[in-house]
């Protein structure tokens, strides 16, 4: 059974940092493609970064230069590292691998207060 789990959400102020990790069980990391997306209140979710199986990477423009998305094969963990924090960040943000049907985990909720 597949399962994702998201960690380190919480509150931050603006301009602050945060890290959340997303660990799976019943799955690879490495041979699947993955990303983050956020869903904020009374908005449709949104895609925020992408990993790709071989290593490509993409970033919604409101997030380039501030979040970085990586992977630890090891752990099977992949992370989205965000700086420099915006109260326009504030969502839940949920994990992502796409197969046929894309998994989702259950989100964490990230708060940036201005």
């Known amino acids: 059974q597949v399962q994702l789990v998201e960690s380190g959400g919480g509150l931050v102020q603006a301009g602050g940092s945060l890290r959340l990790s997303c660990a799976a069980s019943?799955?690879?990391?490495?041979?699947?493609?993955m990303g983050w997306h956020r869903q904020a209140p009374g908005k449709q979710r949104e895609l925020v970064a992408t990993?790709?199986?071989?290593?490509?990477?993409n970033y919604a423009d409101s997030v380039k230069g501030r979040f970085t998305i990586s992977r630890d094969n090891g752990k099977n963990t992949m992370y989205l590292q965000m700086n420099s924090l915006k109260p326009e960040d504030t969502a839940v943000y949920y994990c992502?691998?796409?197969?046929?049907?894309?998994?989702w985990g259950q989100g964490t909720q990230v708060t940036v207060s201005s």
């Open positions: 019943g799955l690879s990391f490495s041979i699947n493609s």
């Open positions: 990993l790709t199986s071989n290593g490509g990477l």
């Open positions: 992502a691998v796409y197969k046929r049907a894309t998994i």
